[in-house]
């Protein structure tokens, strides 16, 4: 059972940075593979998947709308994986939240943005950017 705790939301001026971060724990966090994705929502429409990084970092996609400005990256020392967020934008505004999908060695380069594919989410940071 893992634990996922997003933080690092807040209000950003259009054209600024955040850097969120999910903190991974419970059992089997260090031992097991996981994939972790970066989802947002924003009121009245889908989860939208904007990045993930496989369980060995060999593979990071990223969703269209935030490619180029989005960098998903994993500290194994921290146990966390980062959202580094450039160039933002009103439309960015959404609660952002980040979920695990457990893999395998043998799945340790998969990762995806289904949100109806993860095992475990976090609850969730708001970000709210500024014309």
């Known amino acids: 059972q893992l634990q996922l705790v997003e933080s690092g939301g807040g209000l950003v001026q259009a054209g600024g940075s955040l850097k969120l971060s999910c903190a991974v724990s419970?059992?089997?966090?260090?031992?097991?593979?996981?994939?972790i994705s970066w989802f947002r929502q924003a009121p009245g429409k889908g989860r939208e998947g904007l990045a993930c990084?496989?369980?060995?970092?060999?593979?990071?996609n990223y969703g269209d709308s935030v490619k180029g400005r989005f960098t998903i990256s994993r500290d194994h020392f921290t146990q966390s994986v980062n959202l580094q967020m450039d160039n933002l934008k009103p439309e960015d505004s959404a609660s952002y939240y980040c979920?695990?999908?457990?893999?395998?060695?043998?799945?340790?380069?998969?990762?995806?943005?289904?949100?109806?594919?993860?095992?475990?989410w976090g609850t969730g940071t708001p970000v709210t950017v500024s014309a």
């Open positions: 979920a695990a999908k457990k893999t395998s060695y043998g799945a340790r380069y998969y990762c995806n943005l289904f949100a109806g594919g993860m095992d475990y």
């Open positions: 419970g059992s089997g966090a260090t031992s097991d593979y996981y994939a």
């Open positions: 990084i496989s369980s060995n970092d060999g593979t990071r």
